[in-house]
């Protein structure tokens, strides 16, 4: 960050250093010098400086150097993460260059803790990081990293051997660097496909290894979606795509919508993700969002129809797929169901280009061939068995190419059967009534026959149809009841839905300068939008959208409606939080002050107004002990007054520490004589063998005085309460350990928070500042405060602080 800062400075930018932690760093601190660096806000917190939002702002440089982009600021700050500062600074047109580790990205925070067994507290959302207009990815090799610690480049000397044998190991290290490759590769990734969509590029590039299986909802898709996840196992960084083709008239039959919910968790448990496309064309749809994903193959099922089926009906979905595919490797994959479907096929919901025009062509030839079979078999079926056949292929061809179709094989059949095989033969015999009461009643018979079965298939499709948009309307609003989808994910469903090429959330001026763009090129793709509320509109950009998907296209609009409402609340929450939160410590502030400080003034008060009075005349004994009172009184109201203003310091991060090595035994002395004098006195163990800690001796002071205080309360008479010291990984834990009635694992946390005493009813012991400042002051000093279990019954206070050798 600071090498890209001196490249722009020289080039003549103004450039800035926001803040730097060099953490002792010589080489790192060199390179500071020469560039402007603002002073930091007062304090620090985890041992790091604080970024000073307001003189940045006022300073406004071209570009601001802002080091930890994951880093939680101060208590008293206005952000409570450091990104929320950038974001603040980004909108009032600051440029910023920052740095943060890749443990630090909230999506890898679990992989992260499971690959070094540490959590990660400190995090940064994935968003905020791909918003950066560059992201570079600062690379090495794991025994170079190493080799730089062991040269004191990274950490302290005193510090080298524990990091190399904890976090720098040399596993660790290489799931962390690729956990940063792959994670950077995504981001490329995502640039590829915005290239290639602005410049209408569809053919394959097979940069990456994309396998895409195509989901039926039958009972093959659980075997399809393992085999495609070999198949992407096999290669490095392969990537699985489940998706499933709803046609624009609804589902395709023999399709189950446990069965995808099953299939789904399925492929998202095997790294993959899984899609929903509409198209009515079933094999085009495939191929096309094969080609939009950069898919370099194609994972389907054989079949499940049987011979005559694909005899009748033709070629299929695998087929198809398979000519249209282009340089897209198909793979078809038997199972159990292959060549068991259905003795009679299942016919598609609607009428394509080709059935329309095949229905007309069949209802003339097919009455024809029929005549030419029954004119070399005559005598073998009567009048009325040969009128019959020829109402089968009316049927057939009503069922093929609709009614119109029928209607044409109709008349033919029923002309052909008036001349071929009705009395006299080879002539039209319309004078005859009964010859044309038959004819009549054919072909009304044929029609109404016809009819029905288009009535039929239409029905069907409006429920099927009805059926898919209401699945998708379903899983949609689970998703953002769940929170499960963010406004940019449900704009990137819609698109995905529609087979649209951007979806988009814009206001109405946005949107006017989109609709004269359309106007001005004729030749781009149509522009479908649906008002949305408060000005807002989804535009998606793409193929025209016929009535009945700008239905759907509208309910739609409405969850994302949703979403971005519940995203507006759950900003405007955030916002509130703090500001409740400094309501409630006012309150416990005002609570505490009105009583928890009257009672130490009201004792001190009383003893000096006595001792001052005339009418009464007391013993030396008596005046020793009436000024005792006063004494103990104004210490105990002066220590009250010291932690309030000491939480308060931390709270707005103007905490002055002073850091150096610092012996236990030398605060332990002071902090054991803070105690009560009729406090029993802790058992000391190990103390002498603790090397020095990085401390302010007068906080650690205070820390150690208020733990123990805390402790002898709780702690048994019988049982003192103990102080240990150890040294683990470069840090030294001092241990405060009582065998009182310890802590549930549910007030773990909460016995931390300023103004609480947990199930404490005597409002004599203090106002509950002392734990909430022993954590505030200990991580002031970059060191922690946790509670843990006593074995055999109690609470052990555990401070950890780095060594100072």
Same mark, same amino acid.
């Given at each position: 960050?600071?090498?890209?800062?001196?490249?722009?400075?020289?080039?003549?930018?103004?450039?800035?250093?926001?803040?730097?932690?060099?953490?002792?760093?010589?080489?790192?601190?060199?390179?500071?010098?020469?560039?402007?660096?603002?002073?930091?806000?007062?304090?620090?917190?985890?041992?790091?400086?604080?970024?000073?939002?307001?003189?940045?702002?006022?300073?406004?440089?071209?570009?601001?150097?802002?080091?930890?982009?994951?880093?939680?600021?101060?208590?008293?700050?206005?952000?409570?993460?450091?990104?929320?500062?950038?974001?603040?600074?980004?909108?009032?047109?600051?440029?910023?260059?920052?740095?943060?580790?890749?443990?630090?990205?909230?999506?890898?925070?679990?992989?992260?803790?499971?690959?070094?067994?540490?959590?990660?507290?400190?995090?940064?959302?994935?968003?905020?990081?791909?918003?950066?207009?560059?992201?570079?990815?600062?690379?090495?090799?794991?025994?170079?990293?190493?080799?730089?610690?062991?040269?004191?480049?990274?950490?302290?000397?005193?510090?080298?051997?524990?990091?190399?044998?904890?976090?720098?190991?040399?596993?660790?290290?290489?799931?962390?660097?690729?956990?940063?490759?792959?994670?950077?590769?995504?981001?490329?990734?995502?640039?590829?496909?915005?290239?290639?969509?602005?410049?209408?590029?569809?053919?394959?590039?097979?940069?990456?290894?994309?396998?895409?299986?195509?989901?039926?909802?039958?009972?093959?898709?659980?075997?399809?979606?393992?085999?495609?996840?070999?198949?992407?196992?096999?290669?490095?960084?392969?990537?699985?795509?489940?998706?499933?083709?709803?046609?624009?008239?609804?589902?395709?039959?023999?399709?189950?919508?446990?069965?995808?919910?099953?299939?789904?968790?399925?492929?998202?448990?095997?790294?993959?993700?899984?899609?929903?496309?509409?198209?009515?064309?079933?094999?085009?749809?495939?191929?096309?969002?094969?080609?939009?994903?950069?898919?370099?193959?194609?994972?389907?099922?054989?079949?499940?129809?049987?011979?005559?089926?694909?005899?009748?009906?033709?070629?299929?979905?695998?087929?198809?797929?398979?000519?249209?595919?282009?340089?897209?490797?198909?793979?078809?994959?038997?199972?159990?169901?292959?060549?068991?479907?259905?003795?009679?096929?299942?016919?598609?919901?609607?009428?394509?280009?080709?059935?329309?025009?095949?229905?007309?062509?069949?209802?003339?030839?097919?009455?024809?061939?029929?005549?030419?079979?029954?004119?070399?078999?005559?005598?073998?079926?009567?009048?009325?068995?040969?009128?019959?056949?020829?109402?089968?292929?009316?049927?057939?061809?009503?069922?093929?190419?609709?009614?119109?179709?029928?209607?044409?094989?109709?008349?033919?059949?029923?002309?052909?059967?008036?001349?071929?095989?009705?009395?006299?033969?080879?002539?039209?015999?319309?004078?005859?009534?009964?010859?044309?009461?038959?004819?009549?009643?054919?072909?009304?018979?044929?029609?109404?026959?016809?009819?029905?079965?288009?009535?039929?298939?239409?029905?069907?499709?409006?429920?099927?149809?009805?059926?898919?948009?209401?699945?998708?309307?379903?899983?949609?609003?689970?998703?953002?009841?769940?929170?499960?989808?963010? !406004?940019?994910? /449900?704009?990137?469903?819609?698109? +995905?839905?529609?087979?649209? %090429?951007?979806? @988009? *959330?814009?206001?109405? &001026? #946005?949107?006017?300068?989109?609709?004269?763009?359309?106007?001005?090129?004729?030749?781009?793709?149509?522009?479908?939008?649906?008002?949305?509320?408060?000005?807002?509109?989804?535009?998606?950009?793409?193929?025209?959208?016929?009535?009945?998907?700008?239905?759907?296209?509208?309910?739609?609009?409405?969850?994302?409606?949703?979403?971005?409402?519940?995203?507006?609340?759950?900003?405007?929450?955030?916002?509130?939080?703090?500001?409740?939160?400094?309501?409630?410590?006012?309150?416990?502030?005002?609570?505490?002050?009105?009583?928890?400080?009257?009672?130490?003034?009201?004792?001190?008060?009383?003893? !000096?107004?006595? /001792?001052?009075?005339?009418?009464? +005349?007391?013993?030396?004994? %008596?005046?020793? @002990? *009436?000024?005792?009172? &006063? #004494?103990?009184?104004?210490?105990?109201?002066?220590?009250?007054?010291?932690?309030?203003?000491?939480?308060?310091?931390?709270?707005?991060?103007?905490?002055?520490?002073?850091?150096?090595?610092?012996?236990?035994?030398?605060?332990?002395?002071?902090?054991?004589?803070?105690?009560?004098?009729?406090?029993?006195?802790?058992?000391?163990?190990?103390?002498?063998?603790?090397?020095?800690?990085?401390?302010?001796?007068?906080?650690?002071?205070?820390?150690?005085?208020?733990?123990?205080?805390?402790?002898?309360?709780?702690?048994?008479?019988?049982?003192?309460?103990?102080?240990?010291?150890?040294?683990?990984?470069?840090?030294?834990?001092?241990?405060?350990?009582?065998?009182?009635?310890?802590?549930?694992?549910?007030?773990?946390?909460?016995?931390?928070?300023?103004?609480?005493?947990?199930?404490?009813?005597?409002?004599?012991?203090?106002?509950?500042?002392?734990?909430?400042?022993?954590?505030?002051?200990?991580?002031?000093?970059?060191?922690?405060?946790?509670?843990?279990?006593?074995?055999?019954?109690?609470?052990?206070?555990?401070?950890?602080?780095?060594?100072?050798?």
């Amino acid at each position: 960050m600071l090498d890209e800062g001196r490249r722009r400075a020289a080039r003549g930018a103004d450039v800035v250093v926001g803040v730097a932690a060099c953490r002792g760093r010589p080489h790192t601190a060199s390179l500071l010098a020469g560039l402007d660096t603002l002073e930091p806000a007062r304090g620090v917190h985890a041992g790091r400086p604080e970024l000073d939002l307001d003189r940045a702002l006022r300073r406004a440089p071209g570009l601001l150097l802002v080091d930890d982009l994951a880093h939680t600021n101060a208590p008293g700050h206005r952000n409570t993460h450091r990104w929320q500062d950038i974001e603040e600074l980004l909108a009032a047109g600051i440029d910023v260059a920052t740095t943060v580790d890749i443990q630090h990205l909230e999506s890898l925070g679990d992989v992260v803790e499971k690959i070094t067994g540490v959590p990660q507290d400190e995090t940064v959302p994935d968003a905020v990081v791909r918003r950066a207009d560059r992201i570079e990815l600062v690379d090495m090799d794991p025994q170079e990293l190493r080799r730089r610690m062991a040269h004191g480049n990274i950490r302290p000397p005193e510090e080298v051997d524990a990091a190399l044998a904890s976090q720098f190991r040399t596993g660790n290290l290489t799931a962390l660097r690729e956990l940063a490759l792959l994670w950077v590769a995504d981001r490329v990734d995502e640039a590829l496909r915005r290239y290639r969509s602005e410049r209408g590029i569809g053919g394959v590039w097979e940069i990456r290894e994309r396998i895409v299986v195509a989901l039926t909802g039958g009972p093959e898709g659980d075997t399809l979606i393992r085999r495609a996840s070999r198949i992407a196992a096999r290669t490095a960084q392969g990537r699985l795509l489940a998706v499933h083709v709803v046609r624009s008239d609804g589902l395709a039959a023999g399709t189950s919508s446990a069965a995808l919910a099953r299939q789904r968790r399925l492929a998202e448990s095997l790294g993959g993700s899984y899609h929903t496309v509409v198209g009515d064309d079933v094999p085009t749809a495939l191929v096309e969002f094969a080609r939009a994903e950069n898919a370099t193959q194609l994972v389907l099922g054989t079949s499940r129809r049987r011979r005559l089926e694909r005899f009748l009906t033709g070629r299929g979905i695998g087929e198809t797929t398979v000519a249209l595919s282009g340089d897209i490797d198909v793979h078809t994959v038997t199972h159990e169901r292959a060549g068991h479907g259905r003795l009679l096929p299942y016919r598609r919901r609607t009428l394509p280009a080709w059935r329309r025009i095949a229905g007309p062509v069949a209802g003339l030839v097919l009455p024809v061939l029929l005549t030419l079979l029954l004119d070399r078999t005559r005598g073998v079926f009567n009048l009325t068995s040969e009128a019959l056949l020829f109402l089968v292929t009316v049927v057939g061809v009503a069922c093929l190419g609709g009614v119109v179709s029928a209607l044409v094989a109709a008349v033919a059949a029923s002309l052909l059967l008036n001349y071929w095989f009705i009395p006299p033969e080879g002539a039209f015999t319309f004078a005859d009534a009964d010859n044309m009461l038959a004819l009549g009643v054919f072909v009304l018979v044929a029609a109404v026959v016809a009819g029905a079965v288009d009535r039929s298939l239409r029905l069907s499709r409006r429920a099927a149809r009805a059926t898919a948009e209401a699945e998708i309307l379903s899983s949609l609003a689970g998703s953002v009841v769940r929170g499960d989808h963010t !406004v940019p994910a /449900l704009l990137a469903r819609t698109r +995905e839905i529609f087979g649209a %090429e951007s979806a @988009e *959330l814009v206001d109405s &001026a #946005d949107l006017a300068a989109v609709t004269r763009l359309t106007a001005a090129h004729p030749d781009d793709p149509a522009v479908s939008q649906v008002a949305v509320g408060d000005g807002r509109f989804l535009v998606l950009r793409g193929r025209p959208l016929p009535s009945s998907e700008r239905r759907v296209l509208a309910a739609l609009a409405a969850h994302v409606t949703a979403a971005a409402e519940h995203a507006r609340l759950a900003e405007a929450a955030a916002l509130v939080e703090p500001v409740r939160a400094a309501d409630r410590m006012r309150t416990a502030l005002l609570a505490a002050v009105s009583h928890d400080l009257r009672t130490p003034l009201a004792a001190g008060w009383a003893a !000096v107004a006595s /001792l001052r009075s005339t009418d009464v +005349e007391f013993t030396p004994d %008596e005046r020793d @002990e *009436l000024l005792a009172t &006063a #004494d103990e009184s104004m210490a105990r109201l002066a220590r009250l007054i010291e932690n309030l203003l000491d939480m308060s310091r931390l709270q707005a991060g103007a905490l002055n520490l002073s850091l150096r090595a610092t012996a236990l035994e030398e605060v332990l002395a002071a902090a054991l004589d803070a105690l009560p004098p009729d406090a029993p006195r802790p058992v000391l163990r190990g103390l002498e063998q603790a090397p020095p800690v990085f401390a302010d001796p007068p906080l650690l002071e205070r820390v150690i005085a208020n733990l123990v205080g805390n402790a002898s309360r709780y702690a048994p008479p019988a049982h003192p309460v103990l102080l240990t010291a150890s040294v683990l990984a470069g840090r030294v834990e001092l241990r405060i350990v009582d065998r009182g009635p310890g802590l549930s694992q549910g007030d773990r946390e909460r016995v931390f928070e300023p103004f609480q005493r947990l199930g404490d009813t005597d409002n004599t012991t203090g106002v509950g500042l002392g734990l909430a400042l022993s954590r505030g002051l200990t991580e002031a000093m970059s060191g922690t405060l946790t509670p843990e279990d006593t074995p055999g019954g109690g609470l052990t206070m555990v401070v950890s602080l780095p060594c100072a050798v």
